[in-house]
């Protein structure tokens, strides 16, 4: 019987005279090499998240192309090393490892029967269905909404200033949970409050956050909440057409006096897959990050929060065609969307500048504003979280 | 196709690997055995008889290509046929049901010759799904096929369009059964296609039994070995072999490895020694990838093996069954980037010795090498070369303190029983490497019963189910290779069970349970594999099987993969039992 002991691996500069070792039958034999990692990424002292990323792409690859030992063989070193009760990287892992079984499960080379998917418990997220005041009051654990609000009603109330009727229209997702701020201001105008028509449009009720109330409940509130700020209020809500460019355009030909536009910045568009997961990776990561600052481990808010996220990941990872709506944009976009459709850009002012600062203040340390042009942006340890930007017809 | 008929008196045609034209000289000893044989099979007919038998056949085809015409549906369900065991008379009350065409065309080259043993029961009352449990006249208990497997159903598709022809001809006749269906072993129909390996084209009237008449042989010619009735064994093997090609599927790669190890066994020609080992590896390699059995053998010994490397910080492997190294990756991977950061890792793989100059666990070592670079894991490697894991010694793998050491085995431990002593030294030894987690992957199955036809039923069950769940993998052409591959290496392990013995007799798989009670005897305590595992084999499985019919279930802690409701392999994990055995604990019986 032979022993031999292999001395420590070698540098990598050797690795080629490795590669020359002359080996039998090997046409036939095929080798599965481990997929690799760009080892200048792994310089870098928070490697983890880098090598879960390349994990998660080398996965989405796998599947796409049909190749089952390998995805098996990573979803299970993910399932290892990703629980869903984790530190932050951990747990976007293991969002985006379930959304990558879900993609899986809904290719059409893979059987996924009831039973097997009933045994792997949480296949489906749960998302919480908010009241109105659990919503309101979750928005305002963080700056990611109230800082499009802050910007937005400031800008608002400011070019107002003088009439005494008035029209918004609310595209947001948020379930008009600025407007109770902006009718409070609007009511304690030392002219008075004034005549406010809200249309909200477009609004769907089945991406998160959802409500527990449909549109017209929501809207019957408000109009109660107005009342008591002695407005006369009226709500509709509409749907326009979705194809954002048309209804750009449609949006034009009303003459708003202003339009704020806000919204996530980062590219969820991309046709590939693995384009689309690298994106949603490096951008989905700031809200598990930010959660540690503002809701403790176990709560139930945070739960929601999770899911709520969840759910786009997989929105975004898992569907195709017209189920997936999660479709962000970055800024420099919509920015050529707004100029396209006539609209050109203006300052916010120094006083709403203030203000959103101010909200800031009430946050996390880590939380920031930051000036691009007539823009202004929320980040998060620097990184770019959401856009808020000022228009009016060109 | 040629049809090559000489005399009514020998009915026989183009030279057959089954030396079939021997079984027609009318030699008076010969027919005895023909008789007997064909008493065996349930024909009531005389070998003197078959001459006249043939003819009569040739002129039941005959008529019944040109009612053509007509439609074949009334015999298929309204009328009714006498004994079929009978064959004169049953051939008599056929043709008398038609207008015989007073020439029966002798000479017609489109008709191929014909055997009447191949002349299967044409009873057309339609049966209930047949069952071979069922028939009294065999003796075998043979319900542990759940399922479907080795089973015929028959259906009668209410339209049929016809197969295409046996051989040239215009006419056509119509099949039973959609051929889509005669890919599994469950539906052993498809008796039309004639493939173009055989050298004997094959009239089948209905074909329905002929799966069932394979069986009942396989099952005979092992009774024959059994009793060592050797030239009745000669006579049916070659009758198997001859059945084999008209299946499809499964069934006919089944009954071709049995026939082939049963042939081997009654002319003594023994499987030459183990394979090149670098070819065997290469056969399991394409197992691997056909079909999840590796697989879920890996991840459900990894997951044991890394819950119980949990917070250790040098951990070390020792891996009976190194082969490709295919284990390792997934779990290197899992340990770099576990909580806490990976600990140092130590890999020892054992082998046999390759028997072309490569040295292949040398070049595995030298590649799990690079990927612990790439990953970031200290990583330390020893290939051991060794004829048996008996051999092995626990002070030879230098052990150190404070590692945590795993054994792993995935289908190496059944080979020891085969000389004595030597499953006890191997676990011995294991014992002395006092690991943390010792990972066994098994076949589920019991092919080593000290009684030959037993191991036969047996294996004839679990390799059929095997088979027939590899029917489902691999479409694309590059896995169809794989699937071949993966076949041959099957046919091995088939071909050693059944004309191997003695310590040649390697594949002596054993059930969980009976591994259970070694185990359990030598000082070793069950380790739950727990539900995680459970639920990552059953979503990975769910997800990317290849095959509907994969289940994966949990046994007391262990975990199983089958088809359907047969498991075929069978994970386990132990640790060291913690109280030393005490004479009045030590289990009476095992």
């Given amino acids: 019987m032979m022993q031999f002991t292999e001395t420590p691996p070698p540098p990598l500069h050797q690795i080629t005279s490795f590669s020359n070792l002359p080996m039998n039958n090997n046409q036939i034999h095929r ?57 932050s990287n951990q747990r976007l892992t293991c969002g985006f490892l379930r959304a990558l079984i879900a993609r899986a499960a809904n290719s059409g ?46 800008a608002i109330l400011e070019v107002v200033e003088g009439y005494s009727v008035i029209h918004i229209v609310d595209l947001s997702l948020t379930h008009c949970m600025q407007i109770p701020t902006l ?34 409940e929501l809207g019957s509130k408000l109009v109660n909440f107005a009342s008591t700020n002695s407005s006369s209020y009226s709500v509709e809500s509409s749907s326009p057409s979705y194809h954002r460019t048309m209804f750009l355009k449609a949006l034009r030909t009303l003459n708003p006096t202003i339009v704020i536009l806000v919204d996530e910045d980062a590219d969820f568009t991309s046709n590939n897959l693995v384009c689309r997961l690298r994106s949603a990776f490096n951008y989905l990561w700031i809200p ?59 300052m916010f002012s120094e006083d709403t500048v203030s203000e959103v600062k101010h909200m800031l203040d009430e946050h996390a340390a880590g939380w920031g504003l930051k000036k691009e042009e007539e823009d202004l942006v929320l980040t998060w340890k620097g990184h770019n979280v959401v856009f808020a930007t000022a228009w009016v017809p060109a | 196709m040629k049809r090559e008929y000489h005399h009514p008196h020998h009915p026989t045609c183009s030279t057959s690997p089954t030396g079939k034209g021997k079984m027609w000289d009318a030699d008076p000893q010969q027919d005895a055995g023909m008789d007997e044989l064909l008493a065996v099979l349930g024909y ?75 002349y299967t ?61 005669a890919n599994s072993v469950s539906s052993v129909i498809g008796g039309w296609g004639v493939p173009t390996e055989s050298a004997r084209p094959v009239v089948l009237v209905d074909s329905q039994e002929t799966g069932i008449r394979l069986v009942h042989t396989l099952m005979a010619c092992a009774e024959a070995v059994q009793q060592e009735n050797l030239k009745l064994a000669e006579a049916l093997v070659k009758q198997i072999g001859f059945l084999a090609v008209s299946q499809a599927g499964a069934m006919r790669k089944v009954a071709t490895y049995f026939a082939e190890g049963l042939a081997r066994r009654i002319y003594r020609l023994y499987p030459d020694k183990p394979l090149d080992s670098s070819f065997s590896d290469i056969l399991q390699m394409h197992f691997y990838e056909t079909c999840p059995y590796l697989k879920f053998a890996h991840f459900t010994a990894n997951q044991a093996i890394l819950e119980a490397f949990e917070g250790k910080k040098r951990v070390h492997v020792i891996d009976f069954s190194m082969k490709q190294g295919m284990q390792w990756p997934a779990l290197m991977q899992a340990l770099a980037l576990r909580p806490g950061g990976p600990p140092s890792f130590r890999l020892t793989g054992i082998g046999p010795p390759s028997t072309d100059n490569t040295d292949h666990l040398h070049e595995v070592g030298w590649k799990l090498a690079q990927l612990a670079e790439t990953i970031h894991v200290e990583f330390e490697y020893r290939g051991f070369v060794a004829n048996s894991l008996a051999d092995l010694d626990a002070s030879m793998l230098e052990l150190r303190d404070g590692e945590s050491v795993a054994v792993n085995s995935v289908f190496e431990l059944h080979s020891l029983l085969a000389r004595p002593g030597g499953i006890e030294r191997v676990l011995s030894a294991v014992k002395d490497m006092k690991p943390d987690i010792v990972t066994i992957v098994e076949q589920e199955a019991n092919h080593n019963g000290p009684v030959f036809l037993d191991r036969f039923t047996e294996s004839l069950h679990y390799y059929s189910t095997l088979f027939d769940s590899l029917e489902g993998c691999g479409v694309s052409p590059v896995n169809t290779q794989d699937k071949l591959m993966s076949e041959v290496y099957l046919g091995q392990q088939i071909c050693n069970v059944v004309a191997c013995e003695g310590p040649e007799r390697v594949e002596r798989h054993e059930t969980l349970a009976q591994w259970r009670a070694r185990l359990g005897s030598a000082g070793f305590d069950p380790v739950n594999l727990g539900s995680n595992a459970f639920k990552q084999a059953s979503m990975l499985l769910a997800l990317f099987a290849g095959g509907d019919g994969y289940r994966v279930e949990e046994n007391n802690g262990c975990l199983m993969l089958g088809w359907h409701t047969r498991p075929l392999i069978a994970t386990s994990a132990w640790q060291l039992a913690n109280k030393p055995a005490l004479p009045s604990s030590t289990p009476a019986s095992n």
């Fill in chain 1, 31 to 87: 080798t599965r090499p481990w997929p690799g990692f760009p080892t200048s990424k792994a310089l870098g002292s928070f490697g983890d998240a880098n090598c879960m990323e390349q994990l998660l792409v080398h996965c989405a690859n796998a599947i796409e192309s049909n190749d089952a030992t390998l995805a098996q063989q990573i979803l299970w070193v993910l399932n290892n090393i990703a629980p869903p009760d984790g530190d």
């Fill in chain 1, 288 to 346: 598990y990050d930010t959660m540690d600052t503002f809701l403790p481990r176990g709560s139930k808010q945070r739960q929601w929060y999770e899911a709520d996220i969840c759910w786009k990941i997989e929105n975004v990872i898992a569907h195709e065609g017209p189920q997936r709506v999660e479709r962000l944009e970055p800024k420099g976009r919509w920015v050529q969307r707004m100029r396209n459709a006539n609209f050109r850009s203006i």
């Fill in chain 2, 44 to 118: 009531n007919v005389k070998a003197s008889d078959m001459a006249e038998v043939a003819q009569e056949l040739e002129q039941l085809e005959e008529v019944i290509v040109n009612a053509q015409e007509d439609g074949l549906s009334h015999l298929a369900s309204e009328t009714v046929h006498y004994n079929p065991s009978d064959l004169s008379n049953w051939l008599g009350s056929m043709l008398s049901e038609f207008n015989p065409t007073p020439n029966c065309a002798l000479d017609n080259p489109f008709l191929p010759p014909i055997s009447p043993l191949d």
């Fill in chain 1, 109 to 154: 080379t893979c059987k996924m029967f009831t039973a097997m998917a009933n045994a792997h418990a949480n296949l489906a997220i749960n998302t919480h269905k908010f009241s109105v005041i659990e919503l309101a009051s979750f928005v305002d654990l963080t700056p990611w909404h109230r800082f499009g609000f802050a910007a937005a009603n400031a």
């Fill in chain 1, 183 to 216: 009718i409070d201001a609007l009511a304690n105008r030392p002219e008075g409050p004034p005549l406010v028509k809200l249309t909200v449009a477009g609004a769907t009720e089945d991406v998160p956050p959802m409500l527990d109330l449909s549109y017209e």
């Fill in chain 2, 121 to 181: 029961n044409c009873s057309t009352q339609p049966k209930q799904e047949p069952s071979i449990f069922d028939s009294p006249s065999l003796d075998y208990d043979l319900k542990a096929i759940p399922g479907k497997a080795l089973y015929s159903h028959i259906e009668q598709p209410p339209q049929q369009p016809p197969a295409p022809p046996l051989y040239q001809r215009d006419n056509k006749r119509s099949k039973p059964t959609a051929s889509a269906t």
